[in-house]
């Protein structure tokens, strides 16, 4: 599915709120995992129905799980730590195109009394796999995968050999939460202490939403202690409200920064403060952003995030924030090109292994309307404002760089197609509708495409 942008002209657009900006990706995974290891039933509101999330809500119910889903409403009917279930005719479980669906499955699947197989999309069967395998396997994993011309890492299909798995003390060699929460997963159904030291802090949902399922984990300084084979308990006659997604409401963000109009207001957007550095960089840049109406701190923080025209000035990225905002990078990357002077990201090395290679991705969309960028191993910098009348971008299937290039037409006013615009719905399946609400002309989409 390829999207056409007309060339449009943007005039001042009224103040607009917007409270469908949709759920949590990264919760939404994490409340299918804790919700089916559970005991008990547990009720989920803000649920996001998107390809990824729906992927993993499908490999729990191959695994004998039941639930309900309405909506963004979801009930989940735990059947406890060894409730667990082989798949019918050991059929092949499919995480489609997600990453996080993939390493934390894999970290549960690993510790079953029963083997499995799992894999995805042609995109998620060129991501690396060796760094949940290595930890996994010193817990005692048995799980192969495959190889790839040239490469040495392990790719999906993926498989695991249920086994009895013990405690770790590991130190993660990469800042990824995915990762992290591969092993605190396995480490449910594990006697003892498992311990992860992590150098740099990564988002912290598992270690929150354990911590409301009553699983026994601490934090000490950089690492994190979790002992194993305490059962989890679904809260009591609760509904657990997943906020908006601040990697989707970023897109809004940075078009509200960029594009005329008198206020936009994005209400419930997550605010985890392992999640919102953003915020923080784009002040900093000069943005114009007011958080307020701050609920839910009791579990993951949300609040309405007002976003006004601003005049910005490009920075160098602090490599300590990239953790805390690097799904967002593309799109900052655009936020540059409306902005004075240079933004320089370094310390970025692990956007070469998302959905796409994002830095790749970030020069492609550069290059596409005429921006000097400079592209590292870890990063790029990026100087100059958007030429030209027209643009075509070619997403290579991957979400972030799509829905960055469509932002893009809009703020350059300028005419685009941007290839490949199917993979949106694995994060963002009403992106295309809070656009056409904000008053942002109709967009042509082309079937069938890539
Ligand atoms: C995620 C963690 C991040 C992020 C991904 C979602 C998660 O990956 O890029 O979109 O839900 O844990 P890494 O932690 O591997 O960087």
Request: glycine share 10%; net charge negative.
């Amino acid at each position: 599915m390829n999207c056409q942008i007309p060339k449009t002209t943007l005039s001042t657009r009224s103040s607009i709120t917007i409270s469908t900006i949709p759920g949590d990706k990264s919760l939404s995974h994490r409340a299918v995992i804790l919700g089916s290891l559970a005991e008990g039933m547990s009720s989920f509101s803000g649920f996001l129905t998107a390809e990824d999330c729906l992927n993993t809500l499908h490999v729990f119910n191959a695994l004998g799980i039941q639930s309900k889903q309405e909506g963004t409403s979801l009930t989940l009917h735990g059947k406890g730590l060894s409730g667990l279930r082989a798949p019918i005719n050991d059929a092949l479980l499919d995480v489609g195109n997600s990453g996080t669906g993939i390493r934390l499955i894999t970290g549960v699947l690993a510790a079953q009394a029963f083997d499995t197989a799992i894999t995805g999309d042609a995109s998620i069967q060129k991501r690396p796999m060796k760094r949940i395998i290595t930890p996994l396997s010193l817990m005692g994993a048995r799980i192969t995968g495959q190889t790839l011309p040239g490469k040495t890492d392990v790719y999906p299909p993926l498989q695991i050999h249920g086994s009895a798995l013990n405690a770790i003390t590991y130190t993660l060699p990469v800042a990824s939460a995915q990762v992290k929460s591969a092993i605190l997963l396995a480490s449910l159904f594990v006697q003892d202490i498992t311990t992860i030291i992590e150098p740099e802090a990564t988002r912290d949902h598992t270690e929150r939403m354990l911590q409301g399922y009553g699983a026994d984990i601490r934090r000490e300084g950089t690492a994190i202690m979790c002992s194993g084979q305490k059962p989890l308990v679904a809260p009591h006659g609760c509904t657990i409200q997943i906020p908006a997604d601040i990697s989707s409401a970023a897109f809004f963000i940075v078009l509200g920064l960029i594009t005329p109009h008198e206020g936009l207001h994005l209400t419930h957007i997550g605010i985890n403060p392992t999640r919102d550095a953003l915020l923080g960089v784009l002040k900093a840049m000069g943005a114009r952003i007011d958080i307020h109406t701050i609920a839910g701190e009791d579990f993951e923080p949300h609040a309405t995030i007002s976003v006004y025209p601003s005049e910005m000035t490009n920075i160098d990225l602090d490599p300590a924030v990239i953790p805390f905002l690097i799904d967002e990078i593309p799109i900052l990357a655009v936020a540059a090109m409306f902005a004075k002077g240079r933004l320089r990201v370094t310390g970025a090395k692990e956007l070469r292994v998302k959905e796409s290679d994002r830095i790749a991705g970030i020069a492609r969309i550069a290059a596409a309307v005429g921006i000097t960028i400079t592209e590292i191993e870890d990063g790029f910098s990026i100087t100059g404002r958007p030429s030209g009348e027209s643009f075509t971008l070619d997403s290579h299937g991957d979400h972030r760089i799509a829905m960055s290039g469509i932002v893009l037409a809009y703020a350059a006013e300028m005419s685009a197609t941007v290839i490949g615009c199917a993979c949106i719905h694995t994060s963002f399946p009403n992106f295309f509708e809070i656009l056409n609400t904000w008053g942002l002309p109709y967009l042509k989409v082309s079937q069938p495409c890539g």
